[in-house]
């Protein structure tokens, strides 16, 4: 029934895509841990941290989801609403800190 | 089988498909979902906006390191049920089951570490109208509680079918359907701890 | 029809009919009151015909959704339903408590009906849609119970079906929601939760579900569209509507005293209650068009289609209008709550009873499956009056509701309330105007069922379009 081709591809490959993304996911997080406790702040550090996030999202929506498979529409759905929370949190950290 | 509008299109076999893995009905509520949260998240930005210090204050109040150890444990349990997906893909349905009981472990202890934060928030007579900052940390993480507890039944659910062998290489939907929800629960909490743990 | 026991259906239908007429009429006569004030002073007071109005509103949709069950879960059960004669006796009962309470409210003053049934052994009387004296609400709950009883026993014996088993939640649901009616205490506040798990937990919770499993239903037997299709489809907009609606009660308590949160909670969920509707209608064209088969009941797929979109357009789109707390703020209790009721009620709950009567009413009248070309013709006239009307009754209170609005709470000189009735009594009249047509609809809806009664059934043409 499912013609897509693996998200992972089986056990040929000595360390799997899917383990580097996780391994990835798990550094990403610890800066982002590291950053909140040495308490910086201000809008740059916070939007750093903000593409961090949206970066890790991207990558679960592609690798774990396994919408990079995909086309179409579909293929975009995490990515386009990464957009709407990403841009109003952006727009809203840039008035708190500009404004 | 695989979704509500499948039939309408026609599928080559060599074509990457155009539908999302799992039931389309799942993706068009993985959609609603996501959607409520990105207008809380919006919602808690714009709130923050107008009063910073009092969000930076309280905020401080938190406790980021539990948070680290959630968010590596909702990681891992993505992790392992992108393991079960590929088992089920093989035709290993024990592979499969034995993956995804691992997850729904690790969603347990999400839940354990969450509850112990609340614990400690409630002993220090925190509650949703103590101020705006609680009101939606509360809120957001309750909410986002919730779902990991949806989540865990759901995947449990394909567990218990795994484990009976009701799964093949041509017909997973189901393992795939369960593994979209919860990779949307694990997305939405890598948005929601830089937002309210880190970012000031 | 395929079960004889489905006949009960047809006197709750003509019921429902009958006591449709007499809330119209009343809405006149409210509409009249709003521009002449002492219109019919001091026989029926304006507050007497508005409790007359909605409470006939809700009695005749409760007589139209048990009818349509009788009607649908043979059906989908495959059997006789469980006890007909328990269902016609259930029929009298309510009929006789709605009639004599409805005599109550305009026979005797309404402290002295409550004097009278004895309301402060256990005080129930006096809140919005709700204002039927106890005994009353107790004779629904018994009719209720029954009601359930047998339709439950139908579905437990016979085959189970997504569209059954939605259909006994949602009315389970609104019995156990009725049940808040009972409560009635002296703090204000509470009292305004209770009446509210009352109200918003029906229209905006389980009603939904009675909606989408009646439309369901239709559309399954219309188009001939696979049934597990529409099954899908159904749990997706259950879910949703479960989700959005149970906390989007919080849009009612943002000024009733509750603490400030709900004002976010209200005003996000809320705000996703459209979802719902908006899924249901993309659901309906979807299945029109992909229907296997082109019915020969075009006015039971024109109401079918007309519920998907009025229904989103009234809930929807004008709940939305209205839903966020700094939104709310100024509009609550304005005109503009009376138009999205209007449109909400008509376009959710009014439309999918008439589509159930549309649809099953042949079948009960003797015919295979649809009336004649001329009753058709007649009926989709009714449709068209009704639904335009309604409309335009929503625009003109909504145009009222805005100028309200900004002369009473916005501007910065803001006016008295009866000022500002007085400066947009012209709304009222063009309301009041487009009520009348309403009514011409409603008689032709009526004519309908006897216009061409004895020409031969309509029979669908290949290639026609369904709802054109
Ligand atoms: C078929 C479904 C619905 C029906 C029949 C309906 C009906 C009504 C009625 C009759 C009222 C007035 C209650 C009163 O007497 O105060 C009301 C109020 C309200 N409705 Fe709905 N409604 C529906 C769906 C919705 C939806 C989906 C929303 C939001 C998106 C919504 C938002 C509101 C709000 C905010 C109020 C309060 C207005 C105020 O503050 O005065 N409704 N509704
Ligand atoms: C099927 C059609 C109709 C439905 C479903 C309906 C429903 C309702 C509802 C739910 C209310 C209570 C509204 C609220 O609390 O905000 C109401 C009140 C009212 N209705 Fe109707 N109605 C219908 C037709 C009409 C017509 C044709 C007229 C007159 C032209 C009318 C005039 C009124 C008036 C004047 C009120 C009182 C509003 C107030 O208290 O300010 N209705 N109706
Ligand atoms: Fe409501």
């Known amino acids: 029934m499912s013609t897509k081709t693996n998200i992972i591809q089986p056990n040929r490959q000595l360390i799997r895509p899917c383990t580097v993304v996780y391994g990835v996911l798990v550094v990403l997080t610890l800066v982002t841990w590291s950053i909140g406790r040495a308490g910086l702040g201000g ?50 950290f840039a008035f708190s800190h500009g404004g | 089988m695989r979704g509500i509008l499948m039939d309408t299109v026609v599928r080559h076999e060599q074509a990457r498909p155009g539908y999302p893995p799992g039931d389309l009905a799942i993706w068009i509520f993985i959609l609603a979902e996501l959607l409520v949260f990105a207008i809380f998240f919006a919602a808690y930005a714009f709130a923050r906006s107008g009063q910073a210090e009092l969000f930076n204050h309280y905020q401080a109040t938190l406790n980021r390191d539990t948070a680290l150890f959630n968010t590596l444990a ?49 002993a220090a007579g925190v509650s949703l109208s103590s101020n705006t900052f609680y009101m939606f940390y509360l809120s957001l993480t309750f909410f986002h509680f919730m779902h990991v507890i949806l989540g865990m039944v759901i995947l449990a659910a394909v567990a218990v079918k795994a484990g009976r062998d009701g799964y093949s290489p041509d017909d997973h939907t189901g393992v795939e359907t369960g593994a979209s929800y919860w990779h949307m629960v694990d997305m939405v909490w890598l948005i929601l701890f830089p937002l309210v743990y880190v970012m000031r | 029809m395929q079960y004889q026991s489905q006949a009960v259906a047809k006197p709750y239908f003509i019921a429902a009919i009958g006591l449709f007429v007499g809330q119209i009429l009343f809405g006149l006569i409210l509409g009249l009151q709003y521009v002449i004030g002492d219109f019919m002073f001091p026989e029926i007071p304006f507050n007497v015909a508005r409790m007359v109005h909605t409470n006939l509103l809700i009695v005749w949709l409760l007589f139209g959704f048990m009818g349509a069950a009788y009607y649908l879960v043979p059906e989908e059960a495959e059997r006789e339903l469980f006890s007909p004669g328990l269902a016609i006796l259930m029929f009298w009962i309510f009929l006789v408590a709605g009639a004599l309470t409805i005599l109550g409210y305009l026979l005797v003053p309404y402290s002295g009906l409550a004097e009278l049934t004895q309301n402060s052994v256990l005080p129930t009387m006096g809140r919005e849609f709700l204002e039927q004296p106890t005994i009353t609400k107790l004779g629904i709950v018994v009719v209720a119970l029954a009601f359930l009883f047998n339709i439950g026993m139908t579905i437990l014996k016979g085959r189970k079906t997504a569209v059954s088993l939605v259909l006994l939640i949602g009315l389970l649901g609104l019995a156990v929601m009725f049940l808040f009616s009972f409560y009635n205490p002296d703090n204000l506040a509470k009292d305004k939760y209770y009446w509210w798990w009352v109200v918003h937990l029906w229209v905006e919770g389980v009603w939904e579900l009675i909606l989408g499993s009646i439309l369901a239903f239709v559309l399954i037997k219309t188009t001939g569209v696979d049934r597990e299709v529409i099954e899908k489809w159904l749990y997706v907009i259950i879910a949703m509507t479960l ?6 009660t919080g849009h009612h308590y943002y000024w009733i005293g509750a603490p400030e949160y709900w004002q976010w909670w209200g005003s996000i969920f809320s705000a996703l209650e459209p979802i719902p509707f908006f899924m249901m209608t993309v659901f309906a064209f979807n299945m029109v068009n992909r229907r296997r ?15 998907a979109v009025m229904a989103f357009l009234g809930a929807g789109v004008w709940g939305f209008l209205h839903t966020l707390a700094p939104i709310n703020y100024y509009t609550h209790g304005t005109q503009i709550t009376a138009a999205h009721g209007h449109m909400a009620f008509y376009g959710a709950y009014v439309m999918i009873v008439l589509t159930m009567i549309s649809y099953a009413m042949p079948m009960l009248r003797g015919r295979t499956a649809a009336p004649s070309n001329r009753s058709q013709v007649v009926e989709m006239w009714s449709f068209w009056l009704m639904t335009v009307s309604i409309v335009f009754i929503t625009l003109f209170l909504t145009g009222a509701g805005i100028l309200q609005v900004y002369l009473q709470r916005y501007s910065g000189d803001p006016l008295p309330f009866m000022v500002v009735q007085d400066k947009i009594a012209m709304f009222y009249w063009m309301r009041e105007v487009a009520g009348a047509v309403f009514m011409v609809g409603l008689i032709a809806y009526v004519a309908s069922f006897f216009v061409g009664s004895r020409d031969p059934e309509a029979t669908a043409v290949a290639g026609d379009s369904a709802a054109a």
């Open chain 1, 43 to 92: 809008l740059w550090v916070s939007l750093l941290v903000l593409g961090f996030a949206l970066f890790k999202a991207q990558l679960v929506g592609d690798w774990f989801m396994g919408l990079r498979d995909i086309r179409g529409i579909w293929r975009w759905v995490v990515v386009i609403w990464l957009a709407v929370p990403g841009s109003l949190i952006t727009l809203a």
């Open chain 3, 293 to 307: 088969r082109n019915h020969p009941n075009k006015a039971a797929v024109l109401w079918a289609m007309g519920t």
């Open chain 2, 74 to 122: 909702l990681l891992t349990s993505s992790y392992f049920v992108v393991r079960g997906v590929v088992a089920a893909r093989e035709g290993n349905n024990a592979l499969c089951a034995r993956w995804l009981w691992a997850a729904v472990a690790m969603g347990g202890l999400f839940l354990v570490i969450k509850a112990s934060e609340y614990a400690d928030h409630f």
């Open chain 3, 243 to 248: 989700i959005t609606g149970i906390i989007g």
